[in-house]
């Protein structure tokens, strides 16, 4: 390395640090509390070892509120501890992999640093999965025991030979299925015996055919946490409401920022605009994390919902998972004040840029500027690197918390150590960061990835139908919605609300294409390939 390479890491370090300490990340004002909180993160991954050390740090803390209500670091801590030994003596271990098919609540929590303390990979599956990306994705990543809430019972029989446990029940009585809080409350607490390596989490993301894809996240130095705290404003001991799920990057990230600084977490098993404000009034939230089409909804209310709710808590909106409209982010900072913070990333790259209120209020749309420990490069067609102002090309990303490669041996395209991120974008004369679409056809619907072919190729089969084609067109709420084009077969009388429901029985609820227009044929190229241009 370079006398100039090492002295940019060191003062990189020297920043990083500096952004944790001002955030509270790093209050401990003795070397040898310090020395046992890393060893914890060591020990168990950032999210089990985030919450111990919250249980050491202050033990009355609160770290969850959700509808069961409040449960201290100190009881998270013991918990999970019961739960991980609970588990070992049932024959789970470092290695094996669980899956959390969960909506957000304590339950999901406590599973996801119970397997941290095991060393057992925890794999966060969407709950908008129907039955066969359930199974194609327990089959791919070996899932050896599932964590369920009960409403998803009946997606499984797709995976009949897997271990399974109940986190939530609808309605409390007897049960054929081992209940968390049954194990956790028959099981001593005491820590299990530290795992060689933790277990950290698989988050799911889409591959070119749209067959969901398991995306490792890497055991990071704490010092990535300053990625998010030199663009964010968190606080240490506040409290954060988490309205994206955990199972998105952008949600488990930031529960395990929030642990980290020893902040509430107030979660909601499902999202639901005005008890959002509730909630951020009642429990003085001074952040709110959300997919931009909560936050449509949100502004969407009428302004005497609104003002039942005193929210002048908040400090911070934090927006990710989907493109953030000029529009909405103006509304939204009319509704709630300069406090909207646009976040730009993905399950691969993790936080590329963050766009400020100040940035914002600059140029509305933009994504902002790369934080602390963060590069974002364009290249064009050609490998080449792009630095003049406003000309697009692709982004490619460096971080510590960019992840190393898909579970099928598979990653990004990679330049000069750089991570595609597969969009194209720009930055303009200040600096800041534009992003202009996909390099590739990929939707982003309401904060969900989806490719058209999986779509497509699922209409064809349908007994009344030629051929199809899908693609997202503009959308207020959810960015893009998902608009099928059909070829129905001679004398067929499928109308649109029959496509929905076929997708819908067959795919995740958020592949389901809300407009569907009828044609006599598909416009083609000359080697058959659909113009999808002349689509609209």
Known sequence: MSVAALAGKVTETVRSIEVMRRAGLVPFPRLDEGLRSLAAVRRYGPFAGACHIAARRDSSAIAVADERGPLTFKQLDDQSNALARAWSQRGLGPGTVIAALCRDHRGLVLAMAASGKLGAPLLLMNTGFAKPQLADVAKREKVRALVYDEEFTGLLDAVPDVERYLAWVDEPGEQDIPLLDELIAGTDDRPVAAPAKPGGFVLLTSGTTGTPKGAPRPHTSALASAQFLDRIPLRSGEATYLGAPLFHATGLSQAILSFALGCKVVLRRKFDPEATL?????????????????????????EEIRAKYDTSCLRIIFVAGSALSPDLGNRASAAFGDVVHNLYGSTEVAVASVATPQDWRRAPGTVGRPPVGCRVVLYDEHGKQITEPDVTGRVFVGSGLSFGGYTDGRNKEI????????????????????????????IVSGGENVFPVEVENLLVEHAEVVEAAVLGVADDEFGQRLKAFVVRTGGSALDAEAVRDYVKANLARYKVPRDVEFLDELPRNATGKVLRAQLS
């Open 278 to 302: 509730k909630g951020v009034a009642e429990h003085r939230c001074t952040a709110l994390v959300l997919v931009p089409t909560m936050l449509q909804r949100m502004v969407d209310l009428p």
């Open 415 to 442: 330049i000069d150590g750089l991570l595609s991120s597969g969009d194209v974008g720009h930055f303009d004369a200040e600096g800041l960061l534009f992003i202009d679409g996909r390099d590739d056809e990929m």
